[in-house]
Structure formats: C-alpha cells, structure tokens
C-alpha cells in the first residue's frame, strides 16, 4: 500500500523536513559533540510542538512530527545490534484504519574513509529490519545513503560519492521517503509503549532515536 496523501499535505510535510534540517544544520556547532547529540538535535529540530491542520476542500488532516529520546548510550545499547541508533517513521490514520513504515538509520559524524564498525551496523541494520540509511553529519550539509550502498561500497565515503549514492536528507526524506521508495511498510515503534509493530519474525531492539510523522485524515 502506498502512502495516499494529498499532494498540498506532502508538499508541507516536505517543507518541514527541508526546515528542520536546515535549521539543525546551522546549530551543528552546538551539538557536534558525538552523533547521539546530532540526531537528538535533529529530532528536536523537526518536531512540532502542536498538530496542524490541512483542507484540501474535501478532507480535513491534522499532522504532526514527534521527537523521543527512548534511552541513552552504553552497555548493551540497541545500536550494538540492531546496527541502527534510530528511527524515522510515519502513520497514516483514517476511516478505513491506519497505515505506518519505518526508515531505521545509523549516524555518522564526519563519515570521510573506510569504516568497518560501519559496515557492521550497515549490515546488521539489513539483516535485522529489511533496509536503512546511514546519515553523515557534516557542518554544511547532512547526507545520507542507504544502507545497501554502504555495503555495496564496503563503507567507503569515497566510493559511495564516486557513485553518487549519497544525498541530502532532505531531499531522501521530502521525496524518497514520503514518495514511499524507502522504508519498511508495518515497521513501526510506538515510543509510549516501548513496543514495535513489525512484520519480521524477530523484532529489532529498542532505537534511541524515534522521529514520527503523525497524519490523521477526518471527513
């Protein structure tokens, strides 16, 4: 199933993916002490205080995009093997019920030579939820590839730019994600439950990061 959204409702969610990171990117200062500081910035950059509402004169959409830190950094953290240290998700709610997918990813800060550590999250990040991206945090721009590429390229920066697989997030978000090119149907977190809905046989471990865009169509 495809995401079936209105096109004036994915062209403002789009803007406020671009917006967030455009905005997180010029605090990257601020939080470029470690990647778990950058992506905790970059989820409260693009998260909402309050729903918003959208007509397309037909439907009446309230959306929303949430931030959860679930849990910190250490001894037995769930990027040690889920190969992933967070989450963008959506969920789609109407009358006929609701729609979800998830886009797990791994941080990177400053990705620039050969990293094998990498290689082993991309890895483990496709064995354990289908697919995913690797988002490289730099000063100027944030990145990302997907996970199948780092593999391909055996997590070598300098390949995956020879091969053009790395883009800007936004871009991967505002059209890949919302356009439903990327990501796992029924791979959802819920962050108040601490539980996941999933079609694989072995649910992931807990992310530390969950970015979740919220849409609730009314008549």
């Not at 959204?5 to 002490?33: C, H, M, N, Q, T």
């Not at 995913?132 to 997590?155: E, F, K, M």
Request: glycine residues 10%.
């Amino acid at each position: 199933m495809d995401l079936q959204l209105p096109p004036g409702l994915k062209s403002i969610i789009r803007d406020r993916y671009l917006a967030g990171i455009a905005d997180a990117e010029a605090k990257y200062r601020f939080s470029s002490a470690d990647e778990d500081s950058l992506s905790g910035a970059l989820g409260n950059n693009l998260s909402m205080a309050q729903p918003l509402v959208f007509s397309d004169g037909m439907r009446r959409y309230e959306f929303q995009i949430s931030y959860q830190k679930i849990r910190g950094r250490g001894r037995g953290a769930p990027e040690k093997s889920l190969g992933a240290d967070g989450i963008f998700q959506i969920e789609v709610r109407d009358e006929n019920g609701e729609w979800r997918k998830g886009l797990p990813f791994q941080s990177k800060k400053q990705w620039r030579s050969t990293d094998g550590k990498l290689l082993t999250q991309a890895q483990n990040m496709i064995e354990t939820t289908g697919g995913g991206i690797v988002i490289d945090y730099r000063p100027n721009q944030y990145a990302a590839c997907l996970a199948q590429d780092v593999v391909h390229s055996h997590a070598n920066r300098k390949l995956i730019d020879q091969a053009g697989a790395a883009q800007p997030l936004g871009q991967l978000l505002g059209d890949d994600f919302l356009d439903c090119k990327v990501g796992q149907a029924g791979l959802f977190f819920d962050p108040t439950t601490e539980t996941w809905q999933t079609e694989v046989a072995v649910p992931p471990p807990l992310p530390e990061h969950v970015i979740t865009t919220h849409v609730f169509a009314t008549s």
